[in-house]
């Protein structure tokens, strides 16, 4: 597609679930990151990969949050044993090669934890 | 730890008039800044950048300051809108890749 798509749009689970979210990338992005953002709130940042360099991680806020990308392309936000306060919408956005420049964000992943 | 922050959670305009949304940040060594815009239901979309080598940036519509002896940056947008209305988000990235996003502004236009 033309731009950058994630899936699921809206999940609902129980707490202590575990769940998986997934972005598609713009092609040829060489870079891409998730970003999390709460009711009302800003962009927090999660992690970011840029090509085959270790992912800067340092913005997950707990080893409950992990991310992998694979082939350069696909990326997986897997939250294990969900909890109340991980309720928001998760975004993911690309750029073409990282560093300064804009990034494109997809429409996000709402989640809600019960 | 740093951060990007904004003066108003809210704005109010009549169409026509112009806007200016305002910004704080943290790091007097964030070299790049951004403007995004976010729509009810979608993600943030590009306004404009601005480096810190420069002090103003035009864009459609769009003005972009960067004052760096206050930190402060500011949007203007001319002759404002009902498409205008939305969450603006500044954000600023010193020497790394990820960008630090603030609160965000919410401008309501009204006609």
């Not at chain 2, 305002?22 to 601005?50: H, L, R, T, V």
Request: net charge neutral; aromatic share 10%.
């Amino acid at each position: 597609g033309a731009g950058v798509s994630q899936s699921p749009s809206n999940k609902v689970t129980e707490k202590g679930k575990d769940v998986e979210l997934r972005c598609d990338p713009i092609s040829g992005h060489t870079a891409l990151y998730w970003y999390r953002q709460s009711l009302g709130q800003g962009l927090e940042f999660l992690i970011y990969f840029q090509g085959n360099s270790a992912p800067d991680k340092s913005g997950l806020p707990s080893d409950r949050f992990s991310a992998e990308r694979t082939g350069g392309s696909v990326s997986t936000l897997t939250i294990q044993r969900t909890q109340q306060e991980d309720s928001a919408v998760y975004l993911c956005a690309s750029s073409l090669q990282g560093g300064t420049g804009e990034l494109f964000f997809g429409e996000g992943s709402r989640l809600t934890v019960l | 730890g740093e951060s990007v922050g904004l003066h108003l959670p809210t704005l109010s305009v009549q169409e026509g008039d112009n806007s200016i949304i305002n910004c704080a940040y943290s790091n007097s060594a964030s070299d790049y800044f951004i403007w995004y815009k976010q729509e009810s239901g979608k993600g943030p979309q590009f306004i404009i950048d601005i480096r810190s080598n420069m002090d103003k940036r035009q864009g459609q519509r769009v003005t972009v300051l960067l004052n760096k002896t206050v930190k402060h940056l500011s949007l203007q947008i001319a002759a404002t809108q009902p498409g205008d209305s939305a969450v603006y988000f500044c954000a600023e990235t010193y020497n790394t890749d990820k960008l630090i996003f603030g609160t965000g502004t919410r401008l309501q236009v009204f006609p």
